[in-house]
């Protein structure tokens, strides 16, 4: 089995990497290429590679180049986990909204559709020679936005899920909580990319008992404290939000907050530095402690389970994935693209049923939606307009002053990344 990492170059690979060391038998990959312009970092990440296969025994072999067409070739599945104009590009979009008063951020707001643009035409172009090199082959998508990327490449035609790891990091943090096996937890999660409710928390199955009442009775403020929400929000919504759902909640709150600190972004490329000189030293034969900080914790088994049950090595499994809506959520189109349980097969991922979404989150699910939809329209077409018409959309803009403000600001800091602007 062959598997190829777009943005191999990435500080998260090693994370991957010990994922498909670990779980060798659940996803047998006898070779892995890793694909990435910057042969610096490519080199230093596919040192560490072979080290932590070799540590632990994995018999596959790990390559690396920077000639896309060559990495992908003959690959039964491709993963893609892009960043187009790195970190720098990340620091923008974080930066300039808060001149706006909006929430400056890479995968939500004005920052995400930013992001969006960048990243939509790339990986469109990347799925074409994916498709005309090896038909067959699948495509998992880890690059932000996942939920419009997702959808820009289905509505392609490609043979294509989306992956985030918020809610196996979810199902995590109840089964420690809980003191159960994570493997025991069914989570009831719903709605669409960075914006999902954990409406249940079953033992056992989607059909077993609930145990979210008690979860949030014993463990209240261990979750809250996570989210970084107040307690009685959650016991108010009787539901786990994700933690995206503060940007949305808390607005303003967080705005005031950014103001005042250095952005994430800043944050991120120190620790790739610090990251960086760690994966060359020699000695290193396993991801280190401090890549958790990085962030994509419990990324690598949730992508081993999923290209292991597409390619038919794992059978058929439930996993959360970014999907086609099929019907599940009945206010949105088919074609919108969801984050729920699925079950995923050879064949793709089939939506399982979910329970109904109350009013109060099914709303912002369309209205987010709907933004999604003029976002993507925005990324293949380009044009002021456009992105004007998706801002304008988007809760967290909504006012026709900030949105022309955000469009001016959006397009003077992406001229090297669009073409058409």
């Not at 038998?25 to 990440?45: K, Q, Y």
């Not at 296969?53 to 993963?79: C, K, M, N, W, Y």
Request: hydrophobic share 45%.
């Amino acid at each position: 089995m062959k598997l190829a990492v777009v943005g191999g170059g990435s500080t998260y690979t090693p994370e991957l990497i010990d994922g498909f060391a670990r779980l060798r038998d659940t996803l047998p990959v006898s070779e892995l290429v890793l694909i990435d312009p910057a042969t610096e970092r490519l080199e230093l990440i596919g040192g560490l590679a072979r080290r932590i296969f070799a540590r632990q025994g994995h018999p596959g072999r790990i390559t690396t180049t920077s000639d896309l067409d060559a990495g992908i070739e003959g690959a039964d599945a491709v993963l893609l986990q892009l960043r187009i104009g790195g970190q720098a590009a990340r620091l923008q979009d974080e930066t300039w909204p808060l001149e706006c008063g909006c929430v400056g951020q890479e995968t939500t707001g004005a920052g995400g559709l930013a992001k969006a643009l960048r990243t939509v035409p790339v990986v469109l172009d990347i799925a074409e020679r994916v498709r005309r090199t090896c038909p067959d082959a699948w495509i998992i998508d880890f690059t932000n936005p996942v939920g419009i990327v997702t959808r820009a490449l289905l509505q392609a035609g490609h043979k294509a899920v989306g992956l985030c790891n918020v809610a196996i990091g979810l199902q995590r943090k109840f089964a420690a909580l809980l003191e159960l096996a994570p493997a025991d937890l069914h989570l009831d999660h719903v709605g669409l990319n960075h914006l999902t409710w954990e409406l249940g928390v079953r033992r056992g199955g989607p059909d077993g008992e609930d145990l979210l009442p008690g979860l949030l009775a014993a463990h209240g403020e261990a979750v809250a404290g996570d989210l970084r929400l107040p307690r009685a929000v959650l016991d108010r919504l009787g539901v786990v939000p994700s933690y995206y759902l503060r940007y949305f909640y808390s607005h303003d709150e967080v705005v005031r907050e950014l103001g005042t600190k250095p952005s994430r972004a800043a944050e991120v490329a120190a620790m790739e530095r610090e990251l960086l000189a760690l994966y060359g030293d020699p000695a290193l034969e396993e991801k280190p402690a401090l890549l958790a900080k990085r962030g994509g914790a419990f990324y690598s088994e949730a992508a081993v389970d999923l290209a292991a049950s597409l390619l038919g090595d794992g059978g058929p499994a439930v996993q959360v994935v970014n999907t086609h809506n099929r019907g599940t959520l009945p206010f949105l189109p088919d074609d919108a693209v969801i984050e729920v349980q699925a079950r995923v097969d050879g064949s793709g991922a089939a939506p399982l049923p979910v329970p109904r979404l109350d009013p109060l989150f099914a709303g912002l699910v369309s209205h987010v939606s709907a933004y999604e939809d003029l976002a993507l329209d925005a990324a293949l077409r380009g044009g002021r307009e456009r992105v004007f018409k998706a801002l304008l959309a988007h809760p967290l803009v909504g006012q026709y002053d900030l949105a022309e403000g955000l469009t001016d600001r959006l397009l003077a800091h992406n001229k090297e990344h669009l073409p058409w602007a």
